[in-house]
């Protein structure tokens, strides 16, 4: 491995470690940002070397009531700005939770129209449970001037729902529970889910037995579900944090297109004019 933008989309604990300790990869490793999305407390206890430290809330807009919406161009330009960011980097994300935020960081690298980029399978908790190693304290990174664009097309807003509803091409895959699903549990003004939206909560895509990486055997588990490789996905969940995994996933089994709503049930549940099953 010679060059970053040869690094996988999923990339294994073991194959990180050989990239941050071998003397023939600092080539690589110089253009790496590593971003843990964990809690702060364990961060500063125990991360993956060279590691930043990004909270969730500066990955969303934080206001009622669809407080998981994309944030202002200027507070993601700020984010970017405090990471160092220049466009050259590949950007290597993980998190302390089986992929949901880590998984939203990287739909934020494609709205901004970063591509280089991987995602740690497994987390924080296959790095420690298997013994890679850490360091403690906090990173940081010297800040740059950044101007970002915002690329829709990885975004379903309410109105693009609404107007490809009836489309055979596109498929609406819910990563909630199925009670929030069947409106058993109750998270907005209304209950249930988009029409025709196909239920496969998020961490049914985890594997627990391997550290939470991501789950083997999931295209057929999908595809028999009517979530297929072939259609134009939408994931959403109440907040895209957990669809911030099934993005993640769908991009790393192939699929032809992925789009996730960022407003979410937080924002569908509570608006009058849209239709609910």
């Known amino acids: 491995m010679t060059d970053n933008n040869k690094l996988p989309l999923i990339l294994e604990p073991d194959v990180l470690e050989s990239i941050l300790t071998a003397e023939d ?23 993956v070397p060279g590691a930043i430290n990004v909270q969730p809330h500066q990955l969303v807009a934080g206001t009622q009531p669809a407080r998981g919406k994309l944030p202002a161009l200027s507070q993601l330009e700020s984010l970017f700005s405090e990471l160092g960011f220049t466009g050259e980097e590949h950007f290597i994300v993980y998190d302390d939770e089986g992929g949901g935020w880590a998984g939203r960081f990287i739909w934020t690298l494609d709205v901004i129209g970063h591509r280089k980029y991987s995602y740690l399978n497994g987390g ?57 699903y069947c409106g058993e549990k109750v998270m907005a003004q209304k209950a249930g889910h988009i029409p025709g939206a196909i239920n496969f909560e998020w961490t049914r895509a985890m594997d627990p037995e391997k550290n939470y990486r991501i789950k083997e055997g999931l295209v057929a588990e999908l595809d028999a579900l009517g979530i297929k490789r072939d259609q134009q996905i939408i994931t959403h969940c109440q907040a895209h944090h957990r669809s911030g995994f099934t993005y993640l996933v769908a991009k790393a089994l192939g699929f032809k297109s992925v789009r996730a709503y960022d407003g979410s049930w937080s924002e569908w549940g509570n608006l009058p004019h849209t239709p609910v099953a």
């Open 124 to 180: 924080i908790h296959a790095w420690l449970k298997e013994g890679h190693p850490r360091e403690s304290g906090a990173n940081v990174r010297a800040s740059t001037d950044v101007s970002l664009t915002i690329d829709d097309r990885v975004i379903a807003s309410c109105d693009f729902i609404l107007e490809t509803l009836a489309s055979p091409e596109f498929t609406i895959w819910d990563a909630r529970s199925p009670e929030e």
């Open 25 to 47: 990869h600092a080539s690589v490793k110089e253009r790496l940002i590593i971003i843990d999305l964990g809690n702060p407390r364990l961060y500063q206890q125990a991360h």
